[in-house]
């Protein structure tokens, strides 16, 4: 149990209970590093939230830029409908669809044998089997 | 390494004592809120302040054993209390929150107008310290105006504090910058551009926005605080508890090897 003058140490915003609220510290490591997540701090104000910034995340010299942000002014987004809707969205991936099933039902159906992609002249049997 | 003529050495030794000892031993008394600050980030901050100011002590330190041939850990550790140069302000004990803050705060202005001043000293290697101590001492200063505001802005039991605390180390404030009694050599040799009746002054400027901006006010100054021998010397229980606390482990066994 925490003494009654300390602000409360549990997790979660904690603005109004001793004004302290938490500030995501962001740390770039070395030029031209991207910005990382380094982890959180729980001030006051902005002012405060920098200099514990500092002193959790840069005292050893292990960041050359620091970035602080009150978490309340980051937008989050964790709706699974917007971000893993329930449909197939394979076709946006790199890859594209899956051909593999499609193109076996087609040789099948065609009685062709599989083409070596790109090599333009019938595709020769491999010895280790089909990888695609 | 170009230095100040030998003839001012001990004037030297004396301005390097009392940066070392100041800084030491507020080093000392801050790191006690290890543990107990108001909460998880500031005993952090704190800490990491307080160990900032051991390790200018430490450099301090090793310039005067340099200069004088012994051993930093000698000087840092084996004298008596009664030997220690720390200035009357930093002899109170941390006290509460408001106590510390103001200790830190008026320490750490005033520290800031010498350290200026010192920039310019001829002794060289005084000269490049001072200017990496000055870039970690603009971060503390404004770790502890954000306080002041802070306890100053909210009234009731904070403010009340904070005056408190002002009106028991305020008028000990100047001794921070109180000439010592070798001045006149180390303004005669450029060790020290300033003397300490101009940093006072310079202070107390650097002081008023603050002290408007919050109507708090600064208590007049002491007597002790301002004569060159009681400023430093004199100290009281406070730092006695302290002084027996650093100096426990090594008094266990002087000779032993770390």
New interface residues.
């Given amino acids: 149990m925490l003494p009654p003058d300390r602000p409360d140490a549990g997790p979660g915003p904690r603005a109004g209970q001793g004004g302290l609220e938490p500030f995501e510290v962001f740390r770039q490591e070395r030029e031209g590093d991207p910005m990382r997540h380094g982890g959180s701090v729980i001030a006051p104000d902005p002012t405060l939230a920098s200099h514990y910034a500092r002193e959790l995340y840069a005292r050893r010299g292990e960041s050359l830029r620091l970035w602080v942000v009150r978490r309340a002014d980051i937008v989050e987004l964790d709706d699974p409908d917007l971000l893993n809707p329930p449909l197939d969205r394979s076709y946006k991936k790199p890859g594209g669809f899956v051909m593999r099933d499609k193109l076996a039902q087609a040789r099948a159906r065609t009685g062709q044998p599989k083409r070596v992609a790109g090599s333009g002249g019938p595709a020769k049997p491999r010895p280790d089997g089909d990888p695609t | 390494m170009s230095g100040p003529a030998p003839a001012h050495g001990a004037a030297t030794a004396s301005l390097l004592l009392a940066l070392a000892d100041d800084d030491f031993v507020l080093g000392f008394a801050d790191s006690e809120w290890t543990g107990i600050a ?5 005993d ?2 704190m800490s ?2 307080a160990q900032d100011e051991l390790g200018h002590a430490s450099a301090y330190y090793g310039l005067l054993a340099k200069l004088t041939g012994r051993d930093p850990d000698e000087i840092a550790y084996d004298r008596p209390a009664a030997a220690f140069r720390h200035c009357r302000l930093v002899d109170h004990g941390r006290g509460d929150w408001a106590r510390t803050m103001a200790r830190r705060w008026l320490y750490d202005t005033a520290n800031a107008v010498r350290l200026e001043a010192l920039a310019q000293s001829t002794d060289r290697s005084l000269a490049e310290l001072v200017v990496k101590v000055r870039r970690e001492e603009s ?1 503390h200063l ?2 502890d105006e ?2 002041i505001e ?1 306890l100053a802005n909210h009234p009731g039991e904070p403010r009340r504090r904070l005056i408190e605390a002002l009106d028991l180390v305020g008028p000990d404030a100047p001794s921070v910058l109180a000439p010592l009694a070798d001045e006149p050599a180390l303004l005669a040799s450029g060790v020290q551009p300033v003397g300490g009746s101009e940093l006072q002054a310079l202070w107390l400027e650097r002081l008023e926005p603050v002290l408007v901006r919050t109507g708090l006010r600064l208590p007049a100054p002491a007597a002790a605080a301002l004569d060159p021998v009681t400023a430093r010397s004199g100290h009281g229980s406070d730092f006695e508890a302290l002084w027996t606390e650093f100096t426990f482990v090594r008094r266990l066994d002087p000779v032993a090897t770390w």
């Fill in positions: 108001p909460h998880l980030e500031e952090v901050a990491s302040m971060y404004a770790h954000a306080w802070r």
